[in-house]
């Protein structure tokens, strides 16, 4: 088990930047694939980018592609999604989760822990 803990999420203009940042406790952190979600009110949570263990692999929700960067750390911990060119649509709830078994080359896996979230809202 994996322990999640979100932060970096705020307030932005539209066509504006944030980089949120989730910690990870426990020393299995380099055997998971890592991810971001998100949830608007009313709408489901969606899938926005994933990473392999490594680092070596990502992918993109078709939304995001082109403005969002997922990166990790595996000496800190810590994985990141940096957020370029915000808008309004973007306004979520941000989630990191981890998987023991995801693949950014098929899209496909299971999110078995969820951190509580950060909330980022984009104002026009």
């Known amino acids: 088990q994996v322990q999640l803990v979100e932060s970096g999420g705020g307030l932005v203009q539209a066509g504006g930047s944030l980089r949120l940042s989730c910690a990870a406790s426990g020393r299995t952190f380099r055997s998971y694939a890592m991810g971001w979600f998100r949830q608007a009110p009313g709408k489901e949570r969606e899938f926005v980018a994933g990473i392999s263990w490594s680092g070596g692999s990502t992918y993109y929700a078709d939304s995001v592609k082109g403005r969002f960067t997922i990166s990790r750390d595996n000496a800190k911990n810590t994985v990141y999604l940096q957020m370029n060119s915000l808008k309004p649509e973007d306004t979520a709830v941000y989630y990191c989760?981890?998987?023991?078994?995801?693949?950014?080359?098929?899209?496909?896996?299971?999110?078995?822990?969820w951190g509580q979230g950060t909330q980022v809202t984009v104002s026009s």
């Open positions: 989760a981890a998987s023991p078994n995801y693949s950014p080359l098929s899209n496909s896996g299971t999110w078995v822990d």
